[in-house]
């Protein structure tokens, strides 16, 4: 049975990828991001390597996967890059958490 989707805030972690469909999904590892409720901090080089689901979410998700996502509105001056995460949601093994957090490049 596919998850459904939940929308409230986890803990500012990203699980690992412990799902064997995760197996087959490149992402960079995420162990050296500084990641708060707003935010997470990571190098360019690991920005690159994420895949870019902009207007979709990409399928078979399950807590660990990680893309980014661009966000862009010209008349309200919106350019932003967003991290997107899963977390499972405590008790509710049918649901998939999706988080959201603006991404800032180290140099």
């Given at each position: ?61 399950y807590a ?20 997107c995460f ?11 958490d999706i ?9």
């Open positions: 049975m596919a998850k459904e989707i939940a929308m409230y805030q986890q803990p500012n972690t990203i699980p690992p990828i412990t799902a064997e469909l995760g197996r087959c999904w490149e992402q960079p590892a995420t162990s050296g991001w500084l990641i708060d409720e707003e935010s997470v901090i990571m190098p360019k080089r690991d920005f690159d390597k994420l895949a870019e689901y902009s207007c979709t979410n990409p399928t078979a998700l660990g996967k990680c893309w980014k996502r661009h966000v862009e509105n010209p008349r309200k001056g919106i350019d932003k890059w967003y991290l899963c977390t499972d949601v405590p008790n509710e093994p049918q649901f998939i988080n959201a957090r603006e991404i800032l490049l180290l140099d």
